[in-house]
């Protein structure tokens, strides 16, 4: 199964979100290749939790940035990610249950969710960041 490769169009320029989209991108692999290796339920279980509870924290800072510069699209952009760990958490509860999941469309889901919200959101963000003074 093919990994997420960081690519230069989704540094945001702004080295918080930068660094914590790094590491949720490697998360990400460390669960498509438990998916690849066909591990047990249990195991990608924990894998996904390790990315859930981490891709929670990203979310905190980009939230508490917004709050800080009282970003106007705030209210958007967190349903997105609120909407993202609900998926998440369905899958998480999937796993649980001992329900075969189809490796190649969640994949492509969290592949494609993290690269378009990055792309569009965070990139709008991250430029609206950069154009408030920094915080005291
Ligand atoms: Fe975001």
């Not at 981490?54 to 800072?61: D, L, Q, S, V």
């Not at 939230?63 to 609900?86: D, G, P, W």
Request: glycine letters at 4%; aromatic letters at 6%; a neutral charge.
């Amino acid at each position: 199964m093919a990994q997420f490769s960081w690519t230069d169009d989704l540094c945001t320029g702004n080295s918080l979100i930068d660094g914590d989209h790094r590491k949720l991108i490697s998360m990400v692999n460390a669960l498509l290749d438990s998916m690849a290796k066909g591990q047990a339920n249990d195991i990608m279980s924990k894998v996904l939790n390790n990315l859930i509870l981490y891709t929670k924290e990203h979310f905190g800072r980009e939230e508490a940035e917004m709050q800080r510069i009282r970003y106007v699209a705030s209210l958007s952009h967190k349903s997105e990610h609120t909407k993202l760990i609900k998926q998440v958490l369905e899958l998480k509860a999937s796993l649980d249950a001992g329900e075969r999941i189809n490796a190649v469309s969640v994949s492509g889901f969290l592949c494609d969710w993290l690269r378009n919200h990055i792309l569009t959101v965070d990139m709008k963000l991250a430029a609206a960041l950069k154009s408030q003074p920094q915080a005291a």
